[in-house]
Every structure is written in C-alpha cells, then in structure tokens.
C-alpha cells in the first residue's frame, strides 16, 4: 500500500514568488491536513481538508492557502514569499475528519527555501 | 492560547534502561493524546495515542495520561541505539484541531 506522497521534496524560491506543493493521500484516506515545521515553531498546523472542503484552519495568514480535489490529493499554495516561510511543509492523511481524533500517517515533506 | 509544552532536552539513556518523557497540556478540554517518533531528516510517525486516564502498553512502550494534572508521558523500556530520534506529543481538541509540542531529543547512550 502506497504512503503519502508528496512533492516536490525540495525546492527554491525567491522572495515575493509563489510556490505551490502536492499531496497524494494514502488510498481511501479522505482527510488530508497540512503541517509547517521549522526549528524555533515546531510542526504547527495549517489546515486540513476532507470532502474538498476546508474544516479547519490553524493561525497562518491568508497567503497560505489549499484545496483538495475529488480524488483526495490536495495543493497548498504560498503566495509572496517571506524568508520566514523556508520550512518542511508536511501533509498528512487520515481516514476520516478530525486530524485529532485520526492516526495521522505523514508524507516525506517538501522542503522549501526562501533566499 | 493552547499549548504543549515537551522538555528540548536532549535527554541521554544508557542502553537497556528506561527513557520517560513528559509533555504538559493548557486546555482541559483536550481529548487524544499522541506520541510520535521523528527520526532526523523524516517525517513523523505514530508510536502511541492515548485517551483515557491511565496507562496504555504496546511492546516497549506505555503511554501515561494524568488528565488531572494535564500531563502525559510516554516510557521506553530496555531503550536501544534504534530509538534515538525527537519524540512529539501532540493533543487534539473538541474543534479537531491537534496541537503538537516542539518535540524532546532522545539520545540512547551505547
């Protein structure tokens, strides 16, 4: 059985760019949530999707944002990047709503740097 | 502002003994507890998830839930080389929203 997959595992990309990542979720998890982890934050949560809706969302501006397509794969979306954005990006799948109430399987990660 | 607060450490065990690690809660209203094992450059994996007050075994480890004092532990028993890696408490509440410490580095001594 396939993991999450998530790409690219690492980019590159200028201040004021846009950067957009990738998650296939494991086959038949419907919940996708997505998770910033830098060395002073820690994995902090930036929102999770089921049924291509977004239920939850964690303290991040607007310029993070998401979606999830009928499939389950979801993209997040960074717009005008900030240094303070360079970070692994993680994705996690879940079988049902509810990252907390779900095991969480996560993905490798995307690696993103801003110079 | 919920938190989950976990020591930075690192916390060095020699092999074969036992390894606790502590992680602290804010919210009372919080409901699943998780531990997870995140070795250097991958990503996290479930060890352990907690509900109930009490204790949970599985293999080596047993998770420790204290929701009175809103503080859960998890223990490695007979700690191997293996088990060297950050370990993350997270904490979910009613809203689903899972919060996670910023982890404690685990170092097992040879």
């Known amino acids: 059985k396939a993991g999450v997959t998530q790409t690219p595992r690492y980019l590159i990309k200028t201040r004021g760019q846009q950067v957009t990542l990738s998650c296939s979720p494991i086959?038949?998890?419907?919940?996708v949530s997505w998770y910033q982890q830098t060395p002073g934050q820690g994995l902090q949560f930036l929102f999770e999707?089921?049924?291509?809706?977004?239920?939850n969302k964690g303290n991040f501006p607007g310029r993070f944002s998401g979606r999830q397509f009928s499939n389950s794969r979801s993209e997040m979306n960074v717009s005008t990047l900030e240094l303070g954005d360079s970070a692994l990006y993680l994705c996690?799948?879940?079988?049902?709503?509810?990252?907390?109430?779900?095991?969480?399987?996560f993905g490798a990660g995307s690696r993103l740097t801003v110079l | 502002q919920k938190e989950v607060e976990q020591n930075s450490g690192p916390l060095s065990v020699p092999e074969g003994a036992i390894a606790s690690l502590n992680c602290t809660y804010s919210?009372?209203?919080?409901?699943?507890f998780f531990w997870y094992r995140q070795y250097s450059g991958k990503s996290p994996e479930l060890i352990m998830f907690?509900?109930?007050?009490g204790d949970k075994e599985d293999g080596r480890f047993t998770a420790q839930l204290n929701k009175a004092s809103q503080y859960v532990s998890l223990l490695i028993r007979d700690s191997q080389p293996s088990d060297s890696a950050t370990y993350l408490c997270?904490?979910?509440?009613?809203?689903?929203?899972?919060?996670f410490g910023k982890g404690t580095r685990l170092h097992i001594l040879p």
């Open positions: 999707y089921f049924s291509e809706t977004q239920r």
């Open positions: 997270a904490v979910s509440y009613r809203d689903d929203k899972i919060i």
């Open positions: 919210d009372r209203g919080s409901q699943s």
């Open positions: 996690a799948s879940s079988l049902e709503l509810g990252a907390g109430a779900n095991v969480l399987t």
């Open positions: 086959s038949g998890h419907r919940s």
């Open positions: 907690i509900y109930s007050n």
